[in-house]
């Protein structure tokens, strides 16, 4: 068994990035038996306009945050695909398998492109041939892919089957998706309605991960909220999008359901709640906030860590890379 998963250098990390995607990551590493394979996707980035000082940056400051929250170059292996060639070598062989009617099926290049389909990328419109190399590549047997992702997962099996046939041999495995573990979708703390992002203007709508304990403290305490007590379980926060939120974050922090912290916090007001809150988040997130800025202070220890990652990711690489260039009669 052999898992991949992989992610957009993203930098200036938040709590809804933690919660919604580093964590389960680092869950994953511990709960699936197997090879993990985690990669920084950028190549993918690239697709669109990127400043490259910030792709970079960005890189190197998600690489931090994967190592900080826990991944473990002991049990993954984790690089960033432009580290390891032979995926864009793969991408260019399966770029002559692939057809063109393939991809005008797939309705995330619709989404992304918009109304300006000729002005985008040749790379915009070719990334899920690109996806299927970094899965092919490994042999992946497992891939936890949400909804949106589900038609480049097909599209990467139909491209493995292709090339098997065409050539007459078995060189891909057939990658099977995996459902992720739910997400939590964490809300702004200035608007229960609104996702928390890097790209709301106001930084007290977030909590950073590099944000220290007295920030925390003060973001929770003026975080919006209503002017009700809390109820004895989830049903009663309905309608109430701010309490909501607040109680999600508190039981994925803690580990424990939104039952569970109700029936601790059931008739007080967030008065009682807030300081409560504040200290599970400094707490959780103080470990991880050293490490991940010792991390950002040695930019030379994260380059480290990827490049080892990447050489026994092409190892790992080469015996497929090896065998679709054979496959296909051509001599190097
Ligand atoms: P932007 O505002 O630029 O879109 P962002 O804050 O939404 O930035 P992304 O870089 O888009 O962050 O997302 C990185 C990862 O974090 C993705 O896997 C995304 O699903 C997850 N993520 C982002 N925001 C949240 C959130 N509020 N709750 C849960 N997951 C989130
Ligand atoms: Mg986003």
Redesign the pocket.
Known sequence: MRTLSG??P?G?L????Y????RNWVRMQDEMPGEKLYFLADLHAITVYNDPAELTANTREMAAALLAAGIDPAKSILFNQARVPAHAELAWLLFCTARIGWLNRMTQFKEKSGKNREGASVGLFAYPVLQAADVLLYQTTHVPVGDDQKQHLELARDIATKFNLDTGTETFTLPEPTIPAA?????SLRDGSA??????PSDAS?INLVDDADTIMAKIRKAKTDAEPLPSEAAGLEGRPEAKNLVSIYAAMADESVDQVLARFAGQGFGAFKPALGEVLVETLRPIATRLNEFKADPAAIDAALEAGAARASALAKPTLDAAYAALGLCR
Do not use: P, V, Y
């Open positions: 992610i957009q993203t200036n938040h709590l809804g990035n919660l919604g995607a580093i997400a939590a979708r964490i809300m996702k928390m992002s890097k790209s709301d977030r």
